[in-house]
């Protein structure tokens, strides 16, 4: 993971993927939310593809909405691997652990 700013870069991306919502008629590509959220959402996908990512992690709706329009992976945290050690025990296990 890398973290970059909402420069140039990332404006004109912003201003692409506005235009082309309110081109085909919703300005807020099935987005949820208030105005606000949505524009902040759209920022938020806006300056990955300016920097190059190819999948966004997120659990959020809209963000994983407007990823896949405009091409990217959406991976969400359900969806991760979870190591061995984070896995929750059986509890049989548990019991069997807890009397030695």
Known sequence: MELVPFDARSA???????????????KRAGALGDWQRIKFDRQIVAVAV?????????????????????G???KHTWELDLP?????????????????
Do not use: C, P, W
Request: glycine residues 6%.
């Open 12 to 26: 004109i991306e912003y201003g692409i993927m506005t235009r082309t919502a309110k081109e085909s008629g919703d």
């Open 50 to 70: 300016a920097h190059g990512a190819s999948v966004l992690y997120t659990d959020d709706e809209n963000q994983s909405k407007f990823a896949e329009l405009v």
């Open 72 to 74: 990217l992976a959406v």
């Open 84 to 100: 061995d050690k984070y896995a929750q025990m059986d509890i049989l296990e548990r019991n069997e652990k807890a009397k030695t």
